[in-house]
């Protein structure tokens, strides 16, 4: 059994980053349709640092947390945020996180090995983000579906990658502090 003060600690390790994330949504760039993010970034990282379980588990709740109604996303909160083409990509973001730690396992490991793991995730984000923002925009009536799929979709791809890359390079450097951590806590 977990003794409490591990418990706490995930805990804490989980709130830390709803709050990135959270920050990470209002922290915008304009740009026309949607405003340009780090939340993919944060994501990521949240499986690089966190491992494949608590790196999902912290993007879950900040997901849940958003459509009860904290205003966590970039537009607000709420449960007619299901509504938006964007949503796939929050709901991307709990695979992302998942991905990268499963992909990336334990703590001091090659900085290649951080990459593939977080450049896997990114994708794992688009391949869920891309086809709800289609099937969502379908459904509300969008016509120029390939209009949406290229500035609302493709524009971000290369911004994201890149800063899926950094991502895996701090993962690569702040990770064995971690391991430390983690190991002094025990």
């Known amino acids: 059994m977990k003794n409490k ?5 995930n805990i804490a ?39 494949a379980k608590k ?19 970039s537009a607000g909160g709420g449960i007619y945020y299901v509504l938006k083409p964007s949503f796939g990509y929050i709901l991307g973001f709990i695979a992302a996180a998942f991905v990268a730690g499963i992909i990336a396992g334990k703590a ?6 951080y990459t593939v793991a977080a450049m896997a995730a990114f994708l794992v984000n688009y391949a869920i983000g891309i086809p709800y923002c289609i099937i969502c925009a379908k459904f509300l009536g969008v016509e120029n579906l390939l209009n949406l799929l290229i500035t609302g979709n493709l ?15 701090l993962s690569r450097r702040v990770c064995p502090a971690i391991g430390r951590a983690v190991k002094n806590r025990r």
């Open 55 to 73: 790196g999902a588990v912290s993007m879950s709740v900040y997901a849940f947390a958003g459509l009860a109604g904290l205003p966590l996303f």
């Open 13 to 51: 390790e989980c709130g830390i980053f709803v709050a990135l994330m959270t920050a990470a949504a209002y922290i915008q760039i304009p740009f026309p349709l949607v405003p340009l993010t780090f939340q993919t970034a944060v994501s990521v990282l949240a499986g690089l640092l966190l491992g």
């Open 155 to 169: 524009i971000y791809m290369p911004k994201d990658a890149a800063l899926c890359a950094l991502a895996a390079i």
């Open 108 to 113: 001091d490991l090659p900085v290649w090995r």
């Open 5 to 9: 003060n591990t418990v706490a600690a």
